[in-house]
Protein backbone atom coordinates (compact mmCIF):
# COMPACT_ATOMS: atom_id res chain seq x y z
CA UNK A 1 0.00 0.00 0.00
CA UNK A 2 3.47 2.37 -0.56
CA UNK A 3 2.57 3.23 3.50
CA UNK A 4 5.89 5.08 3.57
CA UNK A 5 4.66 7.79 1.61
CA UNK A 6 1.90 8.26 4.29
CA UNK A 7 1.84 10.65 7.61
CA UNK A 8 3.88 10.06 9.99
CA UNK A 9 6.67 9.67 7.50
CA UNK A 10 10.24 8.36 7.87
CA UNK A 11 12.51 10.33 5.89
CA UNK A 12 15.28 7.85 6.46
CA UNK A 13 13.25 5.31 4.63
CA UNK A 14 11.89 7.63 1.67
CA UNK A 15 15.27 8.45 0.90
CA UNK A 16 16.87 4.69 1.11
CA UNK A 17 13.39 3.56 -1.06
CA UNK A 18 13.13 6.05 -3.35
CA UNK A 19 13.51 4.28 -6.44
CA UNK A 20 11.79 1.29 -6.01
CA UNK A 21 9.18 3.52 -4.60
CA UNK A 22 9.00 5.30 -7.63
CA UNK A 23 9.03 2.20 -10.07
CA UNK A 24 5.69 0.93 -7.73
CA UNK A 25 3.85 4.08 -8.60
CA UNK A 26 4.48 4.29 -12.01
CA UNK A 27 2.79 0.56 -12.93
CA UNK A 28 -0.32 3.02 -11.98
CA UNK A 29 -2.65 3.38 -15.84
CA UNK A 30 -4.37 6.53 -14.87
CA UNK A 31 -1.44 8.71 -13.83
CA UNK A 32 -2.38 12.46 -15.64
CA UNK A 33 0.55 14.79 -16.67
CA UNK A 34 1.66 18.07 -15.34
CA UNK A 35 4.56 19.91 -16.01
CA UNK A 36 5.87 21.96 -12.59
CA UNK A 37 9.13 24.74 -12.46
CA UNK A 38 10.64 24.52 -9.12
CA UNK A 39 12.64 27.92 -8.69
CA UNK A 40 15.39 27.69 -5.89
CA UNK A 41 17.78 29.84 -4.05
CA UNK A 42 19.25 26.50 -2.74
CA UNK A 43 19.70 23.14 -4.01
CA UNK A 44 16.74 21.48 -4.44
CA UNK A 45 17.05 18.09 -6.92
CA UNK A 46 15.93 16.08 -3.34
CA UNK A 47 12.99 17.96 -2.81
CA UNK A 48 12.00 17.68 -6.69
CA UNK A 49 12.07 13.95 -6.11
CA UNK A 50 10.27 13.62 -3.13
CA UNK A 51 7.39 16.16 -4.55
CA UNK A 52 7.59 13.34 -7.89
CA UNK A 53 6.80 10.94 -5.08
CA UNK A 54 3.84 12.40 -3.70
CA UNK A 55 2.39 13.30 -6.77
CA UNK A 56 3.02 10.10 -8.50
CA UNK A 57 1.07 8.81 -4.85
CA UNK A 58 -1.93 11.08 -6.09
CA UNK A 59 -1.93 9.56 -9.73
CA UNK A 60 0.07 12.71 -11.03
CA UNK A 61 3.16 12.03 -13.09
CA UNK A 62 5.07 15.51 -13.12
CA UNK A 63 7.60 16.47 -15.36
CA UNK A 64 9.88 18.85 -14.34
CA UNK A 65 12.26 21.90 -15.32
CA UNK A 66 14.68 23.16 -12.21
CA UNK A 67 16.55 26.21 -12.56
CA UNK A 68 20.24 26.69 -12.27
CA UNK A 69 21.21 26.51 -8.63
CA UNK A 70 19.99 30.05 -7.04
CA UNK A 71 18.96 31.65 -10.18
CA UNK A 72 15.45 31.83 -9.38
CA UNK A 73 14.85 35.58 -9.67
CA UNK A 74 17.11 35.73 -13.27
CA UNK A 75 15.34 32.65 -14.83
CA UNK A 76 11.92 34.66 -14.77
CA UNK A 77 13.13 37.78 -15.06
CA UNK A 78 16.07 37.19 -18.00
CA UNK A 79 13.53 34.74 -19.33
CA UNK A 80 15.68 31.69 -19.23
CA UNK A 81 14.55 30.15 -22.87
CA UNK A 82 13.93 26.59 -21.20
CA UNK A 83 11.78 27.90 -18.69
CA UNK A 84 9.88 29.77 -21.42
CA UNK A 85 10.03 26.77 -23.58
CA UNK A 86 8.51 24.00 -20.71
CA UNK A 87 5.62 26.26 -20.40
CA UNK A 88 4.62 24.97 -16.66
CA UNK A 89 1.47 24.17 -15.28
CA UNK A 90 3.00 25.35 -11.86
CA UNK A 91 5.74 27.52 -10.85
CA UNK A 92 6.93 26.66 -7.02
CA UNK A 93 9.89 29.27 -5.62
CA UNK A 94 11.68 27.91 -3.26
CA UNK A 95 13.82 30.40 -1.23
CA UNK A 96 14.99 30.12 2.23
CA UNK A 97 15.75 32.34 5.11
CA UNK A 98 19.16 30.85 4.70
CA UNK A 99 19.46 33.48 1.29
CA UNK A 100 17.94 36.30 2.09
CA UNK A 101 20.60 39.19 1.09
CA UNK A 102 18.87 42.14 3.65
CA UNK A 103 19.00 39.66 6.60
CA UNK A 104 21.24 41.16 9.15
CA UNK A 105 22.27 42.34 12.81
CA UNK A 106 22.06 46.04 11.15
CA UNK A 107 19.04 47.95 13.00
CA UNK A 108 15.76 46.83 11.49
CA UNK A 109 14.63 48.55 8.18
CA UNK A 110 11.13 48.48 6.42
CA UNK A 111 13.09 49.32 3.33
CA UNK A 112 15.08 46.41 3.31
CA UNK A 113 12.18 44.18 3.84
CA UNK A 114 10.82 45.85 1.19
CA UNK A 115 13.72 45.40 -1.20
CA UNK A 116 13.34 41.44 -0.50
CA UNK A 117 9.19 41.43 -0.92
CA UNK A 118 9.89 43.72 -4.01
CA UNK A 119 12.03 41.21 -5.88
CA UNK A 120 9.58 38.41 -4.98
CA UNK A 121 6.62 40.77 -6.35
CA UNK A 122 8.58 41.45 -9.88
CA UNK A 123 8.94 37.37 -10.25
CA UNK A 124 5.46 37.09 -9.78
CA UNK A 125 3.91 40.22 -12.39
CA UNK A 126 6.09 38.71 -14.84
CA UNK A 127 5.04 34.59 -14.34
CA UNK A 128 1.23 35.91 -14.50
CA UNK A 129 2.41 37.97 -17.54
CA UNK A 130 4.16 35.10 -19.55
CA UNK A 131 2.60 31.74 -18.36
CA UNK A 132 -0.98 32.29 -16.72
CA UNK A 133 -0.14 29.56 -14.01
CA UNK A 134 -0.76 28.99 -9.99
CA UNK A 135 2.70 30.05 -8.21
CA UNK A 136 3.34 28.12 -5.41
CA UNK A 137 6.03 30.55 -3.17
CA UNK A 138 7.47 30.01 0.18
CA UNK A 139 7.06 32.27 3.19
CA UNK A 140 10.06 32.36 5.38
CA UNK A 141 11.10 30.38 8.72
CA UNK A 142 12.59 31.80 11.51
CA UNK A 143 16.24 31.87 11.90
CA UNK A 144 17.76 29.18 13.76
CA UNK A 145 19.73 31.56 16.16
CA UNK A 146 18.94 34.63 17.97
CA UNK A 147 21.58 37.76 18.38
CA UNK A 148 19.78 39.03 21.25
CA UNK A 149 18.45 36.33 23.15
CA UNK A 150 14.70 36.75 24.48
CA UNK A 151 15.04 40.20 23.22
CA UNK A 152 15.04 39.54 19.75
CA UNK A 153 11.12 39.90 19.91
CA UNK A 154 11.07 42.68 20.83
CA UNK A 155 14.56 44.57 19.40
CA UNK A 156 13.94 46.71 16.49
CA UNK A 157 17.45 45.68 15.21
CA UNK A 158 15.97 41.88 15.16
CA UNK A 159 15.91 39.54 12.30
CA UNK A 160 12.69 38.13 13.44
CA UNK A 161 10.89 41.65 13.27
CA UNK A 162 12.56 40.92 9.58
CA UNK A 163 11.29 37.75 8.53
CA UNK A 164 7.47 38.32 10.43
CA UNK A 165 7.40 41.51 8.10
CA UNK A 166 8.64 39.71 4.84
CA UNK A 167 5.90 36.96 5.77
CA UNK A 168 3.05 39.41 6.50
CA UNK A 169 3.51 41.30 3.11
CA UNK A 170 3.66 38.05 0.79
CA UNK A 171 0.58 37.12 3.10
CA UNK A 172 -1.27 40.29 2.23
CA UNK A 173 0.17 39.97 -1.85
CA UNK A 174 -2.59 36.54 -2.24
CA UNK A 175 -5.23 38.98 -1.31
CA UNK A 176 -4.43 40.88 -4.98
CA UNK A 177 -2.75 38.36 -6.62
CA UNK A 178 -5.29 35.36 -7.25
CA UNK A 179 -2.55 33.17 -8.63
CA UNK A 180 -0.31 33.43 -5.94
CA UNK A 181 -0.71 30.37 -3.44
CA UNK A 182 2.02 30.63 0.05
CA UNK A 183 3.34 27.41 0.96
CA UNK A 184 3.88 27.92 4.70
CA UNK A 185 7.25 26.92 5.67
CA UNK A 186 7.00 29.39 8.50
CA UNK A 187 4.19 27.15 9.95
CA UNK A 188 6.18 23.84 9.09
CA UNK A 189 9.41 24.66 10.39
CA UNK A 190 7.66 25.58 14.04
CA UNK A 191 5.28 21.99 13.89
CA UNK A 192 8.64 20.44 13.83
CA UNK A 193 11.14 22.61 15.32
CA UNK A 194 13.37 24.82 14.18
CA UNK A 195 16.31 22.87 15.34
CA UNK A 196 15.08 19.60 13.13
CA UNK A 197 14.23 21.61 10.32
CA UNK A 198 17.75 22.87 9.40
CA UNK A 199 20.68 20.54 9.00
CA UNK A 200 23.72 22.73 9.01
CA UNK A 201 26.24 20.48 7.91
CA UNK A 202 24.14 19.69 4.79
CA UNK A 203 23.66 23.55 4.36
CA UNK A 204 27.52 23.43 4.09
CA UNK A 205 28.26 20.36 1.95
CA UNK A 206 25.28 20.40 -0.50
CA UNK A 207 24.12 23.66 -0.06
CA UNK A 208 20.41 22.09 0.87
CA UNK A 209 18.62 24.66 3.08
CA UNK A 210 16.61 21.98 4.57
CA UNK A 211 17.38 18.80 6.97
CA UNK A 212 16.12 15.54 5.11
CA UNK A 213 12.97 15.31 7.85
CA UNK A 214 12.07 18.59 6.71
CA UNK A 215 12.35 18.21 2.95
CA UNK A 216 10.21 15.32 3.11
CA UNK A 217 7.42 17.89 5.21
CA UNK A 218 7.39 20.51 3.40
CA UNK A 219 7.36 18.30 -0.25
CA UNK A 220 4.37 16.39 0.66
CA UNK A 221 2.80 19.88 1.34
CA UNK A 222 3.89 21.32 -1.51
CA UNK A 223 2.35 18.50 -3.38
CA UNK A 224 -0.88 19.20 -1.65
CA UNK A 225 -1.23 22.43 -2.89
CA UNK A 226 -0.86 21.13 -6.31
CA UNK A 227 -3.27 18.37 -5.58
CA UNK A 228 -5.86 20.98 -4.11
CA UNK A 229 -5.55 23.30 -7.22
CA UNK A 230 -6.16 20.55 -9.95
CA UNK A 231 -9.97 20.02 -7.45
CA UNK A 232 -8.40 16.98 -5.88
CA UNK A 233 -8.91 18.08 -1.98
CA UNK A 234 -11.07 15.38 0.15
CA UNK A 235 -14.38 16.47 1.07
CA UNK A 236 -16.18 14.43 3.32
CA UNK A 237 -15.14 12.88 6.68
CA UNK A 238 -16.80 9.20 7.60
CA UNK A 239 -16.46 8.88 11.00
CA UNK A 240 -16.85 5.62 13.33
CA UNK A 241 -18.00 6.59 17.21
CA UNK A 242 -16.83 3.93 19.49
CA UNK A 243 -13.32 4.95 20.84
CA UNK A 244 -13.39 7.76 18.05
CA UNK A 245 -15.79 10.22 19.05
CA UNK A 246 -15.49 9.21 22.50
CA UNK A 247 -14.13 6.68 24.75
CA UNK A 248 -16.16 3.72 25.57
CA UNK A 249 -18.83 1.35 23.55
CA UNK A 250 -22.31 3.22 23.41
CA UNK A 251 -23.95 0.00 23.36
CA UNK A 252 -22.67 -1.21 27.15
CA UNK A 253 -21.32 1.81 28.77
CA UNK A 254 -24.82 4.15 27.80
CA UNK A 255 -24.43 7.96 27.01
CA UNK A 256 -23.78 8.74 30.78
CA UNK A 257 -20.72 5.77 30.61
CA UNK A 258 -18.91 6.82 27.91
CA UNK A 259 -15.63 9.15 28.07
CA UNK A 260 -16.65 12.34 26.81
CA UNK A 261 -15.91 16.12 28.82
CA UNK A 262 -13.52 17.64 30.53
CA UNK A 263 -14.19 15.39 34.23
CA UNK A 264 -11.13 13.21 33.03
CA UNK A 265 -8.13 13.46 30.45
CA UNK A 266 -9.20 11.04 28.00
CA UNK A 267 -12.46 12.53 28.11
CA UNK A 268 -10.94 15.97 27.55
CA UNK A 269 -9.13 14.56 24.52
CA UNK A 270 -12.25 13.13 23.12
CA UNK A 271 -13.59 16.33 23.54
CA UNK A 272 -10.98 18.27 21.68
CA UNK A 273 -10.82 15.73 18.80
CA UNK A 274 -15.07 16.91 18.56
CA UNK A 275 -13.93 20.37 18.45
CA UNK A 276 -11.62 19.88 15.52
CA UNK A 277 -14.39 17.98 13.17
CA UNK A 278 -16.62 20.67 14.41
CA UNK A 279 -14.25 23.13 12.94
CA UNK A 280 -13.90 21.16 9.70
CA UNK A 281 -17.68 21.25 8.98
CA UNK A 282 -17.71 25.26 9.83
CA UNK A 283 -15.20 25.33 6.78
CA UNK A 284 -17.10 23.42 4.20
CA UNK A 285 -16.13 19.54 4.58
CA UNK A 286 -19.33 17.07 4.75
CA UNK A 287 -19.60 14.72 7.67
CA UNK A 288 -20.51 11.20 7.70
CA UNK A 289 -21.13 8.73 10.25
CA UNK A 290 -20.50 5.03 9.62
CA UNK A 291 -20.44 2.77 12.46
CA UNK A 292 -21.93 -1.07 13.32
CA UNK A 293 -24.23 -0.68 16.16
CA UNK A 294 -28.22 0.36 16.56
CA UNK A 295 -29.58 3.28 15.08
CA UNK A 296 -31.38 4.61 18.06
CA UNK A 297 -28.11 4.01 20.36
CA UNK A 298 -25.34 5.24 17.81
CA UNK A 299 -28.05 8.65 17.85
CA UNK A 300 -27.91 9.01 21.95
CA UNK A 301 -24.37 9.81 22.04
CA UNK A 302 -24.45 12.88 20.64
CA UNK A 303 -27.43 14.16 23.54
CA UNK A 304 -24.47 13.61 25.99
CA UNK A 305 -24.59 17.16 27.47
CA UNK A 306 -20.87 17.62 26.76
CA UNK A 307 -21.11 16.56 23.12
CA UNK A 308 -19.88 19.24 20.81
CA UNK A 309 -21.01 17.36 17.94
CA UNK A 310 -24.69 16.75 17.23
CA UNK A 311 -26.69 14.65 15.46
CA UNK A 312 -27.37 17.54 12.54
CA UNK A 313 -24.22 18.04 12.14
CA UNK A 314 -23.75 14.80 9.99
CA UNK A 315 -24.99 14.80 6.25
CA UNK A 316 -25.08 11.21 6.41
CA UNK A 317 -25.78 8.41 9.61
CA UNK A 318 -24.71 5.22 8.91
CA UNK A 319 -25.38 3.20 11.96
CA UNK A 320 -25.98 -0.66 11.25
CA UNK A 321 -24.97 -4.46 11.62
CA UNK A 322 -23.65 -3.82 7.72
CA UNK A 323 -20.01 -4.30 6.54
CA UNK A 324 -18.26 -0.95 6.85
CA UNK A 325 -18.03 -1.01 3.00
CA UNK A 326 -21.17 -1.64 2.18
CA UNK A 327 -21.97 1.47 4.35
CA UNK A 328 -19.52 3.37 2.54
CA UNK A 329 -20.45 2.89 -0.85
CA UNK A 330 -23.69 4.01 -0.01
CA UNK A 331 -22.29 7.45 1.93
CA UNK A 332 -20.37 8.42 -1.77
CA UNK A 333 -23.70 7.74 -3.53
CA UNK A 334 -26.11 9.68 -1.41
CA UNK A 335 -23.50 12.15 -1.55
CA UNK A 336 -23.16 11.36 -5.46
CA UNK A 337 -19.45 12.03 -5.40
CA UNK A 338 -16.59 10.16 -5.74
CA UNK A 339 -15.11 7.49 -3.48
CA UNK A 340 -11.92 9.02 -3.73
CA UNK A 341 -13.45 12.25 -2.18
CA UNK A 342 -13.93 10.26 1.62
CA UNK A 343 -11.83 9.71 4.37
CA UNK A 344 -12.92 7.03 6.55
CA UNK A 345 -11.70 7.80 10.27
CA UNK A 346 -12.13 4.39 12.56
CA UNK A 347 -9.88 3.17 15.62
CA UNK A 348 -9.68 -0.24 14.85
CA UNK A 349 -7.12 -1.66 12.72
CA UNK A 350 -9.11 -4.50 11.49
CA UNK A 351 -11.89 -2.01 10.25
CA UNK A 352 -9.48 0.49 8.72
CA UNK A 353 -7.50 -2.87 6.79
CA UNK A 354 -10.80 -4.11 5.49
CA UNK A 355 -11.81 -0.40 3.86
CA UNK A 356 -8.22 -0.09 2.22
CA UNK A 357 -8.52 -3.96 0.62
CA UNK A 358 -12.44 -2.99 -0.35
CA UNK A 359 -11.25 0.17 -2.30
CA UNK A 360 -7.75 -0.40 -3.24
CA UNK A 361 -6.74 2.89 -2.21
CA UNK A 362 -9.65 4.98 -3.44
CA UNK A 363 -11.22 5.97 0.18
CA UNK A 364 -8.29 7.99 2.10
CA UNK A 365 -7.82 5.84 5.37
CA UNK A 366 -5.23 7.48 7.48
CA UNK A 367 -3.21 5.16 9.93
CA UNK A 368 -4.46 6.79 12.83
CA UNK A 369 -3.80 4.03 15.33
CA UNK A 370 -5.74 3.76 18.82
CA UNK A 371 -4.76 6.82 21.00
CA UNK A 372 -7.27 9.49 20.81
CA UNK A 373 -4.14 12.00 22.03
CA UNK A 374 -2.44 11.53 18.34
CA UNK A 375 -6.06 11.53 15.97
CA UNK A 376 -6.64 15.26 15.31
CA UNK A 377 -2.24 15.80 14.49
CA UNK A 378 -2.53 12.70 12.15
CA UNK A 379 -5.53 13.80 9.95
CA UNK A 380 -4.22 17.58 10.26
CA UNK A 381 -0.79 16.86 9.24
CA UNK A 382 -1.80 14.87 6.74
CA UNK A 383 -3.86 18.01 5.14
CA UNK A 384 -6.20 15.73 3.43
CA UNK A 385 -8.65 18.60 3.43
CA UNK A 386 -6.30 21.33 2.03
CA UNK A 387 -7.61 24.26 0.06
CA UNK A 388 -5.91 26.80 -1.76
CA UNK A 389 -9.02 28.95 -1.72
CA UNK A 390 -12.25 29.31 0.56
CA UNK A 391 -15.40 30.50 -1.55
CA UNK A 392 -18.95 31.00 0.11
CA UNK A 393 -19.97 27.84 -1.71
CA UNK A 394 -17.25 25.94 0.69
CA UNK A 395 -19.05 27.21 4.38
CA UNK A 396 -22.71 26.46 2.29
CA UNK A 397 -21.84 22.74 1.21
CA UNK A 398 -23.50 20.64 4.48
CA UNK A 399 -26.67 22.97 3.81
CA UNK A 400 -26.59 21.67 -0.10
CA UNK A 401 -25.63 18.55 0.69
CA UNK A 402 -28.70 18.38 3.35
CA UNK A 403 -31.03 19.66 1.39
CA UNK A 404 -30.27 17.18 -1.71
CA UNK A 405 -31.52 14.38 1.22
CA UNK A 406 -34.56 16.01 1.89
CA UNK A 407 -34.67 16.37 -2.74
CA UNK A 408 -34.72 12.85 -2.45
CA UNK A 409 -36.83 11.67 0.21
CA UNK A 410 -39.48 14.15 -1.48
CA UNK A 411 -38.87 12.62 -5.24
CA UNK A 412 -40.46 9.24 -3.00
CA UNK A 413 -43.52 10.67 -2.99
CA UNK A 414 -43.89 11.06 -7.08
CA UNK A 415 -44.40 7.88 -9.96
CA UNK A 416 -43.26 10.04 -12.52
CA UNK A 417 -39.62 11.96 -12.46
CA UNK A 418 -40.63 15.18 -14.74
CA UNK A 419 -43.90 15.70 -12.43
CA UNK A 420 -41.44 16.15 -9.17
CA UNK A 421 -38.69 18.08 -11.16
CA UNK A 422 -41.74 20.71 -12.08
CA UNK A 423 -43.12 20.60 -8.70
CA UNK A 424 -39.10 21.75 -7.01
CA UNK A 425 -40.34 25.31 -8.38
CA UNK A 426 -37.16 25.50 -9.73
CA UNK A 427 -35.36 28.71 -11.10
CA UNK A 428 -32.02 29.71 -12.47
CA UNK A 429 -29.64 32.58 -12.61
CA UNK A 430 -28.25 32.33 -15.97
CA UNK A 431 -25.18 35.40 -16.82
CA UNK A 432 -22.28 36.07 -18.30
CA UNK A 433 -19.09 35.60 -15.45
CA UNK A 434 -19.04 38.46 -13.14
CA UNK A 435 -16.19 39.78 -10.76
CA UNK A 436 -17.98 38.67 -7.88
CA UNK A 437 -18.04 34.78 -9.17
CA UNK A 438 -14.58 34.33 -9.91
CA UNK A 439 -13.56 32.33 -7.18
CA UNK A 440 -16.00 30.04 -7.54
CA UNK A 441 -15.97 29.56 -11.16
CA UNK A 442 -12.42 28.65 -10.95
CA UNK A 443 -12.76 26.80 -7.88
CA UNK A 444 -15.95 24.49 -10.28
CA UNK A 445 -14.06 24.20 -13.43
CA UNK A 446 -10.68 23.07 -11.26
CA UNK A 447 -12.77 20.65 -9.07
CA UNK A 448 -15.57 18.69 -11.53
CA UNK A 449 -14.88 15.64 -12.72
CA UNK A 450 -18.09 13.75 -13.96
CA UNK A 451 -20.07 16.02 -15.45
CA UNK A 452 -17.01 17.36 -17.04
CA UNK A 453 -16.53 17.48 -20.82
CA UNK A 454 -12.86 18.22 -21.56
CA UNK A 455 -11.85 18.44 -17.73
CA UNK A 456 -9.24 21.92 -19.10
CA UNK A 457 -8.14 23.34 -16.02
CA UNK A 458 -7.56 27.07 -15.45
CA UNK A 459 -6.24 29.55 -12.89
CA UNK A 460 -8.20 32.21 -11.53
CA UNK A 461 -6.18 34.57 -13.82
CA UNK A 462 -6.82 32.70 -16.91
CA UNK A 463 -10.51 33.02 -16.09
CA UNK A 464 -10.47 36.65 -15.55
CA UNK A 465 -8.65 36.99 -18.55
CA UNK A 466 -11.06 34.81 -20.75
CA UNK A 467 -13.74 37.15 -19.08
CA UNK A 468 -12.83 40.41 -20.79
CA UNK A 469 -12.01 38.48 -24.15
CA UNK A 470 -14.43 39.46 -26.55
CA UNK A 471 -13.75 36.35 -28.68
CA UNK A 472 -14.75 34.18 -25.64
CA UNK A 473 -18.41 33.36 -24.50
CA UNK A 474 -18.97 32.51 -21.03
CA UNK A 475 -21.91 32.02 -18.90
CA UNK A 476 -22.94 30.60 -15.35
CA UNK A 477 -25.25 29.41 -13.80
CA UNK A 478 -27.07 29.39 -10.30
CA UNK A 479 -30.31 27.31 -9.79
CA UNK A 480 -32.56 27.57 -6.43
CA UNK A 481 -35.89 25.43 -6.00
CA UNK A 482 -38.44 25.23 -3.09
CA UNK A 483 -35.95 23.29 -0.69
CA UNK A 484 -33.02 25.98 -1.16
CA UNK A 485 -30.37 27.47 -2.89
CA UNK A 486 -27.78 25.18 -4.73
CA UNK A 487 -25.55 27.95 -5.80
CA UNK A 488 -23.55 28.58 -8.36
CA UNK A 489 -23.40 25.20 -9.81
CA UNK A 490 -22.50 25.01 -13.79
CA UNK A 491 -20.59 27.55 -16.58
CA UNK A 492 -20.13 26.91 -20.26
CA UNK A 493 -17.43 28.56 -21.81
CA UNK A 494 -16.28 28.72 -25.93
CA UNK A 495 -14.11 30.11 -28.16
CA UNK A 496 -15.14 32.05 -31.43
CA UNK A 497 -13.83 31.48 -34.58
CA UNK A 498 -15.12 33.61 -37.00
CA UNK A 499 -18.63 31.75 -37.77
CA UNK A 500 -17.60 29.10 -35.63
CA UNK A 501 -18.12 28.50 -31.67
CA UNK A 502 -16.08 25.82 -30.29
CA UNK A 503 -17.15 24.70 -26.51
CA UNK A 504 -14.18 24.65 -24.71
CA UNK A 505 -15.59 24.07 -21.44
CA UNK A 506 -18.84 22.44 -19.89
CA UNK A 507 -19.29 21.84 -16.04
CA UNK A 508 -22.02 20.96 -13.67
CA UNK A 509 -21.90 20.04 -9.85
CA UNK A 510 -22.89 16.58 -9.23
CA UNK A 511 -25.43 18.03 -6.59
CA UNK A 512 -27.63 19.00 -9.67
CA UNK A 513 -27.37 15.95 -11.89
CA UNK A 514 -30.88 15.17 -13.77
CA UNK A 515 -32.41 18.75 -13.02
CA UNK A 516 -32.26 19.73 -16.62
CA UNK A 517 -29.43 22.46 -15.89
CA UNK A 518 -27.79 20.87 -18.67
CA UNK A 519 -30.16 21.88 -20.89
CA UNK A 520 -30.96 25.97 -19.72
CA UNK A 521 -27.55 26.68 -19.77
CA UNK A 522 -26.72 25.02 -23.07
CA UNK A 523 -30.27 26.53 -24.22
CA UNK A 524 -29.19 29.97 -23.37
CA UNK A 525 -25.39 29.65 -24.64
CA UNK A 526 -27.09 29.18 -28.23
CA UNK A 527 -29.00 31.85 -28.38
CA UNK A 528 -25.86 34.03 -27.47
CA UNK A 529 -24.14 32.56 -29.64
CA UNK A 530 -26.87 32.96 -32.81
CA UNK A 531 -27.31 36.89 -31.61
CA UNK A 532 -23.52 36.69 -32.88
CA UNK A 533 -24.08 35.15 -36.14
CA UNK A 534 -22.37 32.05 -35.22
CA UNK A 535 -23.48 29.26 -37.37
CA UNK A 536 -21.60 26.09 -36.17
CA UNK A 537 -21.55 25.34 -32.58
CA UNK A 538 -18.48 22.66 -31.70
CA UNK A 539 -18.54 20.77 -28.63
CA UNK A 540 -15.58 18.63 -27.92
CA UNK A 541 -15.37 15.48 -25.60
CA UNK A 542 -12.46 14.05 -24.03
CA UNK A 543 -13.21 10.61 -22.06
CA UNK A 544 -11.70 10.22 -18.45
CA UNK A 545 -12.09 7.79 -15.70
CA UNK A 546 -15.10 9.58 -14.21
CA UNK A 547 -16.36 11.27 -16.83
CA UNK A 548 -18.77 8.94 -18.83
CA UNK A 549 -21.74 10.46 -17.14
CA UNK A 550 -21.98 12.77 -19.82
CA UNK A 551 -20.24 10.40 -23.05
CA UNK A 552 -23.62 10.47 -24.95
CA UNK A 553 -24.31 14.60 -23.38
CA UNK A 554 -23.69 16.27 -27.43
CA UNK A 555 -25.63 13.70 -29.10
CA UNK A 556 -28.51 13.95 -26.75
CA UNK A 557 -28.65 17.57 -27.20
CA UNK A 558 -29.47 17.17 -30.95
CA UNK A 559 -25.58 17.69 -31.99
CA UNK A 560 -24.47 15.28 -35.33
CA UNK A 561 -20.46 13.09 -34.32
CA UNK A 562 -18.11 14.20 -36.96
CA UNK A 563 -14.81 12.67 -36.20
CA UNK A 564 -12.85 11.25 -33.35
CA UNK A 565 -9.04 11.72 -32.98
CA UNK A 566 -7.48 9.78 -30.85
CA UNK A 567 -9.82 9.33 -27.96
CA UNK A 568 -11.55 13.09 -28.01
CA UNK A 569 -14.41 13.06 -29.74
CA UNK A 570 -16.02 16.06 -31.65
CA UNK A 571 -19.74 17.04 -31.76
CA UNK A 572 -21.60 19.55 -34.43
CA UNK A 573 -24.53 21.58 -34.07
CA UNK A 574 -26.00 24.09 -37.48
CA UNK A 575 -27.32 26.81 -35.91
CA UNK A 576 -28.24 27.91 -38.88
CA UNK A 577 -31.53 24.84 -39.00
CA UNK A 578 -31.18 24.72 -35.25
CA UNK A 579 -34.20 25.67 -33.63
CA UNK A 580 -32.91 26.24 -29.80
CA UNK A 581 -36.29 24.69 -27.63
CA UNK A 582 -37.04 26.11 -24.05
CA UNK A 583 -36.23 24.68 -21.15
CA UNK A 584 -40.24 24.50 -19.36
CA UNK A 585 -38.85 22.61 -16.21
CA UNK A 586 -37.02 25.65 -15.06
CA UNK A 587 -38.06 29.03 -14.83
CA UNK A 588 -34.89 31.32 -15.77
CA UNK A 589 -34.24 34.77 -14.43
CA UNK A 590 -31.27 36.00 -17.01
CA UNK A 591 -28.79 39.01 -15.82
CA UNK A 592 -26.87 40.60 -18.49
CA UNK A 593 -23.66 42.25 -17.49
CA UNK A 594 -24.06 46.29 -17.47
Known amino acids: MLTELDYPFDSTKILRKKKSLK ?47 GQYYEAVIFEDKSLY ?43 NKHFNCPIIQDNFELPLFRSFGNYDISSEESKINFVSHLNSMITKATKKNNSLNICDRNYLSCKIGLSIWNDYSLWLSSKYSLSYKAITHLSYTVS ?19 DTLWGGIIGDDGKEGVHLGKDTAIGEAYLDFQKYIKELKKRGIILAICSKNEFHIAKSGFDHPDSILKFSDFTVFKANWEPKSKNIYEIAEELNIGLDSLVFIDNNPFERDMVRKEFNGQVCVPEIGDDITTYRNIIDTSDLFCITQMSSEDIKRNDYYKDNKIRKKYLSNFDNYEDYLKSLNMSAEISSFKEIYINRITQLINKTNQFNLTTKRMSENEVKLSMNDKNKLSLYARLRDKFGDNGLVSLIQGIILKDELRIETWVMSCRVFKRTLEKSILYEFLKKAKEMNIKIVKGIYIPTSKNSIVSNLYEEMGFVFKNKLDETKTYELDLLKYKIPNNKIINLQLFNEE
Open 224 to 242: KIIESLLGRSKKCLVLDLD
Open 85 to 127: EFKPDFIYIHVSTENLKNLSNSKYSKGKVKEEFNKLELIWKKI
Open 23 to 69: RALLNNKNLIDKKIAILGDASTNELKEQIELFLLRANIRPKFYECDY
